[in-house]
């Protein structure tokens, strides 16, 4: 059967008005060439377990120590009004606290650095098969007895929705700076399920992100897809203290509960797009998003921190 023009167009409609079935992924998972699939840090077995399940986690990739400074600066980020009264602070819809701050590496030096790591860059640009630029950064908050948590999604279906994220070519690097445990609402995946893009049901108003971004009602999967994805790959959350650092794909299906414990759990986001991936109009919602959502502007290809320029070609090992 011949493809219909809308279908060449966008091979992953979504924010429909029916129930679509899950569509099988058209991109590649890892998308270096065959000849330099290797030429990164990351070897066969670690390639082959993102390819099999779309993460990688690596316990205590940073030290405690390391990641204490970044702290402080959160404070006085907490302490500017200017700041916190913007449009890139986004409060808890329950207790009123601040649950996410976006543009974290245009905010702080610290934080931009922190992106340019050459461990962590050569990991992308090998599973990425390209110079990278960084599409979103932010701070994932949830303070104790309090956090809410966040519903099963896509990454990718927001970004090619409201952003106009072309293809599957992005991954996120989350860098814990508290400890993660079971109790404490830790971010839960489920493994294989980015080799599917589940379309979701409902049209994207105007403005919807000031909305999603405190409680996601948009882009949340059928639940009954969600199950049969579930029962398949089941649920995984990567558990480890400060300074471990969790590597998932963008079509990834994960979400995370409320921090029902009194400990805090802070999460560092930083999204990592190719350059030969950068955004087109959104592909089902009327207006662009901001750019601390989705960078338009500062597309350059990030270099290497050469804070530690000894690690630019060292392997590293995922945990299994």
């Known amino acids: 059967m011949a493809q219909t023009a ?7 409609p979504t924010r429909l008005q029916q129930p679509h079935e899950p569509i099988p992924r058209m991109d590649p998972v890892v998308h270096a060439r065959s000849d330099r699939r290797w030429d990164g840090p990351l070897d066969e077995v670690a390639l082959s377990r993102y390819e099999r399940d779309g993460f990688l986690w690596f316990e205590g990739f940073f030290s405690q120590e390391r990641m204490a400074p970044f702290f402080s600066e959160l404070r006085e980020m907490a302490r ?9 602070v986004i409060q808890d819809p329950s ?3 601040i649950r996410s701050v976006f543009g974290m590496h245009e905010i702080s030096e610290n934080f931009d650095r922190l992106t340019r790591d050459p461990r962590i860059l050569g990991m992308v640009r090998q599973l990425l098969g390209s110079e990278v630029y960084i599409h ?6 949830k303070f104790g007895f309090q956090g809410s948590g966040f519903d099963w ?11 106009g994220m072309p293809r599957m070519r992005a991954v996120s690097a989350s860098i814990m700076l508290t400890d993660n445990n079971e109790f404490n609402g830790p971010l839960m995946l489920i493994p294989g399920s980015h080799h599917w893009f589940v379309p979701c049901v ?7 992100w000031k909305e999603s971004l405190k409680a996601q009602k948009l882009g949340v999967p059928d639940k009954d897809q969600l199950a049969q994805l579930a029962s398949k790959g089941s649920i995984q959350a990567p558990k480890g203290p400060a300074g471990s650092l969790l590597l998932f ?4 299906l ?3 509960n409320e921090n029902m414990s009194p400990w805090p759990r802070s999460n560092l986001f930083f999204v990592y797009n190719s350059v030969d991936n950068k955004l087109d109009e959104p592909y089902a919602a009327p207006v662009r998003r901001p750019e601390f959502l989705g960078a338009r502007k500062n597309t350059k290809p990030l270099a290497m921190h050469d804070e530690f320029p000894e690690l630019a070609g060292q392997g590293v090992s995922p945990l299994s």
């Open 136 to 141: 979103q950064s932010r701070i994932n908050d």
């Open 80 to 88: 500017d009004n200017a700041l916190t009264e913007s449009e890139q």
């Open 202 to 208: 409902g049209e994207t108003p105007e403005m919807n």
């Open 254 to 256: 994960h979400a995370s």
């Open 153 to 163: 999604h896509s990454d990718f279906e927001t970004w090619h929705a409201e952003d």
């Open 249 to 252: 794909e963008c079509n990834v």
């Open 95 to 97: 207790s009123g606290r």
């Open 6 to 12: 809308e279908a060449i167009r966008d091979p992953y």
